[in-house]
Nanobody
Framework: QAQLVESGGGLVQPGGSLRLSCTASGLVSDYYVIGWFRQAPEKEREFVSCFSTSGGRTEFADSVKGRFTISRDSAKNTVYLQMNSLKPGDTAVYYC????????????????WGKGTLVTVSS
């Protein structure tokens, strides 16, 4: 059974930066998508970003495009979400997700979820 462990959340002021990490273990294929969803209080869970190990494709939600980047260290089985120019609207629990499929924007297609890490953007 695969496991995803997130780290790096915390409190940051508007305009600041944070980097989230997700370390994966137990994935049985070299080809998968791995990325992030988030859920703010009283809001629906939403796609943030993902990385495909097949070709290195990356995708971003429109709300974070140009501010967030995603990268992967294959030797460490770790994916990073670098979040810059953070806004109060980015406040949410961020979940690392992974799937053996190719789609990464729909939560129902994700095979594995981490427990989440809280990001709070506030002055």
């Amino acid at each position: 059974q695969a496991q995803l462990v997130e780290s790096g959340g915390g409190l940051v002021q508007p305009g600041g930066s944070l980097r989230l990490s997700c370390t994966a273990s137990g994935l049985v294929s070299d080809y998968y998508v791995i990325g992030w969803f988030r859920q703010a209080p009283e809001k629906e869970r939403e796609f943030v970003s993902c990385f495909s190990t097949s070709g290195g494709r990356t995708e971003f939600a429109d709300s974070v495009k140009g501010r967030f980047t995603i990268s992967r260290d294959s030797a460490k089985n770790t994916v990073y979400l670098q979040m810059n120019s953070l806004k109060p609207g980015d406040t949410a629990v961020y979940y690392c997700v992974a799937s053996y499929g190719d789609s990464c924007r729909e939560a129902e297609y994700m095979d594995y979820w981490g427990k989440g890490t809280l990001v709070t953007v506030s002055s």
